[in-house]
């Protein structure tokens, strides 16, 4: 990489540090090229991005962000994963880490706060905000059918009591 090329790849990560919503920091030592691409395409599908980061340079760009405690994660051959939901990136790491030992998450970052690998699983467990989402827009219906029910139902029974007292005279 020439210089220039440096400096550049340094303020695109410095602002992905700043900008995304989690970091997941992982070793990706004997990963194939399919097995690489395969966890590319899943990140992409869950609206993230999968690097592959010159550990020098990710510390360069790590300073003067709020991400900046988890330098010490970036030795051997490392990848970073991230996403503006701060789900999906660990979601999908750890996901793709069930399948694949080669994969070893070794930590992250979640805006100031500074994750270890269990920190990491513990908030591929939470639901995303597009599950979250649903799930309020949910509630929020629930009750609005419920009373729209119970508006009904006196009417209802008013009309089946009508039709009774009709069908009774209709027979006498």
């Known amino acids: 990489m020439e210089r220039a090329e440096k400096r550049e790849f340094v303020t695109g990560l410095n602002e992905v540090f700043k900008n995304t919503g989690s970091v997941v920091v992982a070793h990706y030592a004997g990963l194939t090229v399919a097995q690489m691409n395969d966890l590319r395409s899943k990140m992409r599908a869950a609206g993230g991005t999968v690097k592959v980061a010159k550990n020098r340079l990710a510390i360069i ?36 880490a069930k399948g694949n030992d080669k994969l070893v998450i070794l930590g992250g970052a979640m805006g100031a706060t500074a994750l270890d690998a269990d920190g990491v699983k513990a908030l591929a467990t939470m639901p995303s905000l597009d599950e979250l989402r649903a799930k309020i827009v949910g509630m929020i219906k629930t009750p609005a059918t ?21 069908r009774k005279d209709e027979a006498a």
Do not use: C, H, M, W
């Not at 419920?146 to 009904?152: D, G, H, M, T």
């Open 61 to 96: 760009a790590l300073q003067g962000t709020d991400s900046e405690g988890i330098s010490g994660l970036f030795k051997g051959q490392t990848l970073i994963a991230y996403a503006e939901d701060p789900v999906a990136a660990p979601k999908v790491a750890s996901d793709f």
């Open 146 to 166: 419920r009373i729209a029910q119970v508006v009904n139902a006196p009417a209802a029974q008013l009309a089946r009591v009508f039709g009774a007292y009709a």
